[in-house]
């Protein structure tokens, strides 16, 4: 069992980061489950819409809400997210990595992806969250002091996830 974590400041920095840590673990031949996520930036909104693409193959799934121009708060459309993680835990099976593109306010609730990431962990496999600033205390207090902290370095986090799938068919 790996456990780790990134959490890089800028909007939509761990997205694109964790996109392209899937994107090289892929290249070597990682069997990946999990889920990566798209901004798509509307002229219109204030809010950009979240799709998340969930691995190896999607399929892609809308998971805000449009709730309209002047909408404020929180638009994550809680069904298309249970979709999601009911996705991700068909394709945990044969998977050597888990990526999971955000500790968010539903994992903090004990709920989203938490029940996915508990089955990868209890199978031995390699697990990488994207965590904001925000969620990182309660995400480390969920991690029970089991997550390492990865730099913002693709090649280290894909290196990390490299050693682990290593560990786990050894």
């Known amino acids: ?28 031949g990682v069997r990946l489950a999990g889920t990566v996520q798209t901004n798509v930036s509307r002229a219109d909104r204030t809010r950009c819409d979240m799709d998340l693409r969930v691995l190896p193959d999607g399929p892609v799934v809308r998971i805000s809400e449009d709730r309209g121009a002047a909408a404020r708060g929180c638009m994550l459309d809680h069904g298309a997210l249970e979709q999601t993680v009911a996705e991700v835990a068909r394709r945990l099976e044969g998977a050597g990595v888990l990526i999971v593109n955000k500790f968010g306010k539903a994992e903090s609730e004990g709920r989203g992806l938490v029940p996915v990431i508990s089955e990868a962990l209890a199978r031995g496999m390699t697990v990488l969250v994207g965590v904001n600033g925000l969620n990182l205390p309660l995400y480390l207090d969920f991690a029970g002091g089991l997550s390492e902290a990865l730099p913002a370095d693709e090649a280290v986090a894909t290196g990390w996830c490299l050693a682990g799938v290593c560990d786990h068919v050894d």
Request: aromatic share 4%; proline share 0%.
């Open 1 to 28: 069992m790996r456990l780790a974590h990134v959490s890089i400041g800028g909007r939509g920095e761990t997205d694109r980061f964790l996109a392209a840590v899937a994107g090289r673990l892929e290249a070597a």
